[in-house]
């Protein structure tokens, strides 16, 4: 990074980017800060994970059916109480908590904002010091103020979000967000407690070269899916295949790193998870807001676009492409002549 440059702060650029915001009075940046807050927090604590007595399972199991880890459930406190320390969240759907969260208090009934929240993706990786991540979303809410919120503000459509970003705890520790006025990444300087301006206007690149998918799961994908994956790794010069597979088992590390370098993440529906297994609400839509701010795609395996999905439940799941325009557009057109236009083909 340019020494030079003024060091930027988090807080000190999103108020700069208040004053871009005529109406603003302030919430969303109130709440923003504090997102940031709870991210060091939360930083520290992973960081510190192999020393405190923070590694390792709750032996609980979430609504997902998934192991709950100590960090989890660490995680969603920390991020809980910021949200509603913050005065500017009336709830929040968080994937450990199976219903919604709402804060019994007057300030917390006024609030205009609600807030979708992945506390820890990626946690099975936590006790093997793999990269992990928090994912959040931000709508203003369409139920009346005054009151608690209803499971009607958070089934918006993805494309009503106000922000969404995302932390990823790795070799340091990354905020990246939008607000619909492009995507910009900061660095936790761990030396000044603060999030400085690393990545200004994140652009992801418009084809790529890496691919994400669980091959594991090979045999249950679509003949299209399939097809695609071959194409990824035949000898082509002209078109500079083979393609490189990266699969880290975190999505936000995963995602992180095509967003910079250009690049498809693919959880295609399969036998055990026949919706995908990436939620809508706190996972595929946070980051279809910023990988369509950063210039590329994000579609389901019907080639919908994700910010489009009207939600039924709260933690419903979808098959998720996203990554580089031109590598989700090629997938898609091989579903298309694979799955859709041959009937008689099915999934395994
Ligand atoms: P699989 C982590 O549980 C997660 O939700 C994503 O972070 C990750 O990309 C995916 O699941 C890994 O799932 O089935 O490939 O192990």
């Known amino acids: 990074m340019d020494k030079t ?16 915001f005529p109406y603003a009075k302030g919430e969303l940046s109130r709440l923003l800060t504090h997102i940031g807050l709870a991210a060091k927090i939360v930083s520290r604590e992973v960081n ?3 020393l405190a007595d923070i590694l390792g399972a709750t032996g609980r199991i979430n609504v997902q059916g998934e192991e709950v880890k100590k960090l989890d459930i660490f995680a969603n406190e920390k991020f809980i109480n910021a949200m509603f320390g913050s005065s500017e969240i009336a709830g929040m759907a968080t994937e450990e908590n199976p219903e919604i969260i709402a804060d019994d208090t007057e300030m917390a009934k006024n609030a205009k904002y609600v807030l979708c929240l992945d506390p820890l993706d990626g946690s099975s990786n936590i006790d093997v ?7 959040f979303s931000i709508y203003r809410r369409v139920s009346p103020r005054g009151h608690k919120p209803t499971e009607e503000d958070f089934m918006q459509e993805g494309t009503k979000q106000v922000a969404a970003g995302y932390i990823i705890y790795g070799s340091s520790t990354m905020l990246v967000y939008t607000t619909g006025h492009g995507v910009n990444g900061f660095t936790l300087d761990p030396s000044i407690g603060e999030f ?3 990545h200004p206007n994140i652009k992801t690149p418009t084809n790529g070269k890496i691919y994400s998918v669980n091959e594991g799961n090979f045999h249950s994908f679509s003949n299209g899916i399939k097809k695609y994956i071959e194409y990824c790794k035949e000898q082509d010069k002209e078109s500079g295949r083979p393609c490189t597979s990266r699969y880290i088992g975190s999505f936000v590390a995963d995602f992180h790193r095509n967003l910079l370098k250009g690049g498809i993440y693919m959880y295609p529906a399969t036998k055990k998870h026949p919706n995908g297994k990436l939620r809508l609400l706190y996972e595929a839509n946070p980051m279809a807001f910023i990988i369509e701010q950063a210039g590329g795609l994000a579609v389901d395996q019907n080639g919908r676009r994700i910010l489009d999905i009207k939600p039924t439940e ?5 098959p998720l492409f996203i990554g580089s ?21 099915h999934y395994d």
């Open 196 to 198: 400085c301006l690393s």
């Open 325 to 345: 325009r031109n590598m989700v557009e090629q997938v898609m057109q091989f579903i298309e002549q694979e799955d859709r236009l041959k009937p008689e083909n």
């Open 129 to 135: 010091n793999v990269s992990i991540g928090t994912i």
């Open 5 to 20: 440059r003024k060091l930027i702060t988090l807080n000190e650029f999103i108020i700069m980017r208040q004053q871009e």
């Open 314 to 318: 709260l933690h419903q799941r979808v």
């Open 48 to 50: 510190m994970a192999g």
